[in-house]
């Protein structure tokens, strides 16, 4: 009652799989532990239903991915869970939050790990002449990182035209702008990356999209301790790579700067 009768209604619920068993909501926080610890080091299944109803017309369609999980300790575990609460989530985490800590890869859409796979959904509206930004070729998604100078100097963090994600010089500095882990090369490529992954994830995207990273450093004598942590992050995808030694970086105190462009495969 109330809704017109051309409204499109969209309905989604998403479930996690193991081993033919399915994951819901824990129940209280010993359940959730019990859940990350049977998820870690695995790869396990999500999918998520997704109903449309328009005019007394029912189109249903899912989408599935495959997540892969780190290796996690009890140690781990509680410190994903001091940042999120994973009393709500099924499976007892959420990609959209510090899923970097926890997610080693994504096979398939992100979007639907996140509980709405957007690549699809954005085709399915197109029908009904519903256009969702950044998720059909020839749109423009712009990600932006926060910072004050994006608009005097005219950038984005990332950019995703279509199936393509470029995303720019990224460092290790926070959200104040401050550089992190002065003197480490090694943990500044971390934090970028780890700031990559971020930006990736907001375009519907991952780390295993990934097909070229080019890492600007002002010691090429580092290299090595730069490439093992590059390594740490595409050992099994291994995008095509350049790096390159420069003068300076904006902030002295900044080692290391990365760039990465990704492709969106359907």
């Known amino acids: 009652p109330g809704i017109p009768a051309d409204a499109l209604v969209l309905g989604a619920d998403t479930l996690v799989t193991l081993d033919g068993v399915v994951f819901g909501k824990p129940r209280d926080l010993a359940e959730a532990r019990s859940m990350l610890a049977r998820l870690q ?16 017309r029912e189109e249903l369609f899912a989408e599935r991915s ?32 510090h899923g970097d800590k926890i997610i080693a890869r994504v096979a398939g859409s992100w979007t639907n790990v ?6 699809t959904l954005a085709q399915r509206l197109a029908a009904h002449g519903l256009h969702v930004r950044g998720f059909l070729a020839g749109d423009r998604q712009r990600i932006p990182s926060g910072s004050p100078w994006e608009s005097i100097v005219g950038y984005s963090r990332a950019v995703r035209a279509g199936n393509l994600i470029f995303v720019a010089g990224t460092t290790a500095s926070d959200e104040t702008g401050a550089a992190q882990h002065p003197g480490d090369a090694a943990a500044q490529t971390r934090y970028a990356l780890a700031k990559i992954a971020r930006a990736l994830r907001t ?45 300076a970086l904006i902030d002295p105190a900044l080692l290391v700067e990365i760039e990465a462009d990704a492709v969106v495969e359907d």
């Open 41 to 56: 080091g695995r790869t396990h299944q999500v999918y998520t239903a997704v109903c449309l109803i328009r005019g007394g």
């Open 66 to 97: 495959a997540v892969t999980f780190r290796r996690l300790d009890a140690r781990q575990i509680d410190a994903y869970f001091a940042l999120v609460d994973p009393l709500d989530k099924a499976g007892a985490y959420g990609a959209q939050e």
């Open 114 to 119: 996140m509980g709405l796979p957007m690549e």
């Open 203 to 247: 375009a519907g995207a991952s780390m295993r999209d990934v097909v070229r990273t080019r890492l600007f450093v002002t010691d090429i004598s580092q290299w090595e301790a730069i490439g093992r942590a590059h390594g740490e992050a595409f050992a099994d995808i291994r995008p095509a790579s350049t790096m390159v030694e420069v003068k």
